[in-house]
């Protein structure tokens, strides 16, 4: 679609030696619409698309959005420790669960309530034995979600994959 008419204006002679004027004019009408088709659409397809009935598809940029438990991300400041053998009670669909309703942002009381049963969850689950204030729900639940992506994502270094939570919970005391 490029090549062929750009030879036909650049260089007609060698194309059409001597043949007649009407159609050295028809092939450079041929030669405009085939080079600035892609001007003359909003789609910008050129005559090979229209022809096919294909579509030109640019990829989005892609965006990373923020880290959904992200106000600080530095590692001593979480007031919350979690042992590895805690973290390992939850896998990579759990961690995106809960990044899914803290990047939400909700402040009603039926959030609320949400989340402080996800953090009783969790405390009973992995037998965190602090007590868990009611104005601390979401500093917890950030802290755990911090943890465990840390933790999965240097497992994930190591080549451990891991999609589930582990059956059971751990006993108290270990």
Same mark, same amino acid.
Do not use: H
């Given at each position: 679609?490029? =090549?062929?008419?750009?030879?036909?204006?650049?260089?007609?002679?060698?194309?059409?030696?001597?043949?007649?004027?009407?159609?050295?004019?028809?092939?450079?009408?041929?030669?405009?619409?085939?080079?600035?088709?892609?001007?003359?659409?909003?789609?910008?397809?050129?005559?090979?698309?229209?022809?096919?009935?294909?579509?030109?598809?640019? &990829?989005?940029?892609?965006?990373?959005?923020?880290?959904?438990?992200?106000?600080?991300?530095?590692?001593?400041?979480?007031? =919350?420790?979690? &042992?590895?053998?805690?973290?390992?009670? =939850?896998?990579?669909?759990?961690?995106?669960?809960?990044?899914?309703?803290?990047?939400?942002?909700?402040?009603?009381?039926?959030?609320?309530?949400?989340?402080?049963?996800?953090?009783?969850?969790?405390?009973?689950?992995?037998?965190?034995?602090?007590?868990?204030?009611?104005?601390?729900?979401?500093?917890?639940? &950030?802290?755990?979600?911090?943890?465990?992506?840390?933790?999965?994502?240097?497992?994930?270094?190591?080549?451990?994959? &891991?999609?589930?939570?582990?059956?059971?919970?751990?006993?108290?005391?270990?």
């Amino acid at each position: 679609e490029l =090549y062929l008419p750009l030879r036909l204006l650049l260089a007609p002679s060698i194309v059409y030696g001597d043949a007649p004027g009407f159609v050295l004019l028809l092939a450079s009408g041929w030669v405009f619409v085939f080079m600035f088709m892609p001007l003359l659409n909003k789609d910008r397809a050129r005559v090979g698309d229209l022809v096919a009935g294909t579509i030109v598809v640019q &990829r989005p940029k892609t965006l990373l959005l923020p880290d959904a438990a992200e106000k600080r991300l530095d590692r001593r400041a979480d007031k =919350y420790v979690f &042992r590895d053998e805690q973290l390992d009670m =939850y896998g990579i669909r759990e961690l995106q669960v809960l990044e899914d309703l803290l990047r939400q942002g909700d402040s009603s009381e039926a959030a609320f309530v949400l989340l402080r049963t996800i953090a009783d969850k969790i405390c009973n689950k992995i037998a965190f034995d602090e007590k868990i204030a009611d104005n601390e729900v979401l500093p917890f639940l &950030r802290s755990f979600y911090r943890a465990q992506r840390r933790r999965l994502e240097g497992r994930l270094l190591l080549g451990e994959r &891991r999609e589930k939570k582990k059956q059971g919970t751990l006993k108290k005391g270990k």
